[in-house]
């Protein structure tokens, strides 16, 4: 198969149907059963993925129905976390920050179920998104060992198993989101060392989706990071930060975060495809993927649905015309 030149995908969480969050709710307290919000659970994330399909996206995910936060969601199905109340992070957002408390051991399948479910449903290709040992030690209460590192490392064993049982179970591209790395530069040797264990052995297009950070922080040790795609926030930012990239060789495909998720304005189709064209600054478009910053949850879903809509418009006329 030829691949496709500028491939549109998705990253992090999509807004989730009402009614989801309001039978999520209902569960939670009891007043549903499994089996119904396991239904809820599929029927809104058949829904995400027609959308995508129709907004144009060839790479797909499941706009991550089932996870209510990046970390306490693996924290929740992995042997020695405990998930606390919630804490309050920037502002007013409170996330619920789970604690190591015993040995980190691989218990149930963390998104293996949730690939399989998608391969039924859709022919499109499909990228697993799966947060980095990093991230989640950075956001949890280390209570067991001895440092950071020792935690990151036990996290990442975990992890490269489930990555393991992924290709088994077919997944040709895992993502790893790791938005804590820039924000402790002197540990980008944990980091690093943390991908090299969670990815060892694992035969599949990989990529590390970093946002929120200042780039000039990890660049360009970053580019020794054993995977194939980098995927940035760039929108947002203006594209400033090609600048950064630009003063060494981008060694390797870069995921080009092109429309802004932190506005509701819908980016038109021409000022999309001018943005992506900056990726060519840096790469061949051969090595160019196309897709948002970062999750669109917080926006309507009709506008989240319009930009990536547009986003897929802009790749497909940019396309027609390298
Ligand atoms: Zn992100």
């Not at 209510?68 to 007013?92: L, P």
Request: net charge negative; glycine share 6%; hydrophobic share 35%.
């Amino acid at each position: 198969m030829t691949k496709k030149l500028l491939p549109t995908t998705v990253v992090g969480s999509y807004p989730k149907p009402r009614w989801l969050n309001h039978l999520v709710r209902e569960y939670t307290e009891g007043k549903i059963s499994e089996k119904i919000m396991e239904r809820a659970y599929r029927d809104s994330i058949k829904a995400v993925v027609k959308e995508h399909e129709l907004a144009g996206i060839d790479i797909l995910w499941d706009g991550e129905m089932r996870r209510e936060e990046m970390t306490s969601y693996f924290a929740e199905h992995i042997d020695g976390f405990k998930v606390y109340g919630e804490v309050r992070v920037w502002g007013n957002n409170y996330y619920k920050k789970p604690a190591i408390v015993d040995e980190l051991r691989y218990g149930d399948e963390l998104t293996i179920q949730d690939y399989k479910f998608l391969r039924e449903i859709t022919e499109n290709r499909i990228k697993v998104p799966i947060t980095g040992p990093y991230t989640i030690v950075d956001w949890s209460f280390n209570e067991f060992y001895k440092s950071k590192e020792d935690a990151v490392y036990a996290l990442a064993n975990v992890i490269n198993k489930e990555l393991k049982g992924l290709v088994r179970a077919g997944a040709e591209y895992i993502q790893i989101d790791d938005p804590a790395i820039p924000t402790h530069p002197d540990e980008i040797e944990i980091a690093r060392n943390s991908i090299e264990i969670a990815t060892r052995g694992v035969d599949a297009y990989l990529g590390i989706h970093i946002c929120y950070g200042d780039y000039s922080k990890i660049y360009p040790q970053v580019l020794e990071f054993p995977v194939d795609q980098l995927d940035f926030e760039l929108a947002n930012k203006n594209f400033k930060d090609i600048e950064i990239f630009k003063e060494y060789e981008f060694t390797k495909d870069i995921g080009f975060g092109c429309v802004d998720v932190h506005t509701k304005r819908v980016e038109p189709v021409d000022e999309i495809k001018e943005n992506i064209k900056k990726a060519f600054d840096l790469v061949e478009p051969e090595r160019v993927y196309v897709d948002p910053d970062c999750g669109l949850k917080l926006l309507p879903s009709e506008i989240a649905f319009m930009k990536l809509k547009n986003m897929c418009l802009a790749a497909k006329e940019l396309r027609n015309e390298l």
